[in-house]
């Protein structure tokens, strides 16, 4: 079992940064998939990148592809997101989420709390 929490979210104004980390509790922390997902108000929560275990494949949600990267530091226990170029539609809660087999379109086995990005126009 792992525990993850997310930190580093906030409010910027539209074209800006961001860069979401999220901790894992455990040093088997390495041995999982990691993705982020988000959720924004009134609407289902969406898929938006993933990491494979040893951090050598990424996959995006065609929307943030090119604006996103997807990192983690297997050393530190921590996945990162970083976020660029950042628009109003980006605003929603982040999740941080664990798996350990099968696909994302599945959900995950273990979710954060979320923090909350909120980008301004």
């Known amino acids: 079992q792992v525990q993850l929490v997310e930190s580093g979210g906030g409010l910027v104004q539209a074209g800006g940064s961001l860069r979401l980390s999220c901790a894992g509790s455990?040093?088997?922390?390495?041995?999982?998939?990691m993705g982020w997902f988000r959720q924004a108000l009134g609407k289902e929560r969406e898929f938006v990148a993933a990491i494979n275990w040893r951090g050598t494949t990424t996959y995006y949600t065609d929307s943030v592809k090119g604006r996103f990267t997807i990192s983690r530091d297997n050393a530190k226990n921590t996945l990162y997101l970083q976020m660029n170029s950042l628009k109003p539609e980006d605003t929603a809660v982040y999740y941080c989420?664990?798996?350990?087999?099968?696909?994302?379109?599945?959900?995950?086995?273990?979710w954060g709390q979320g923090t909350q990005v909120t980008v301004s126009s």
């Open positions: 989420a664990a798996r350990t087999g099968g696909s994302w379109s599945s959900g995950a086995d273990y």
């Open positions: 455990t040093r088997t922390f390495s041995s999982y998939d």
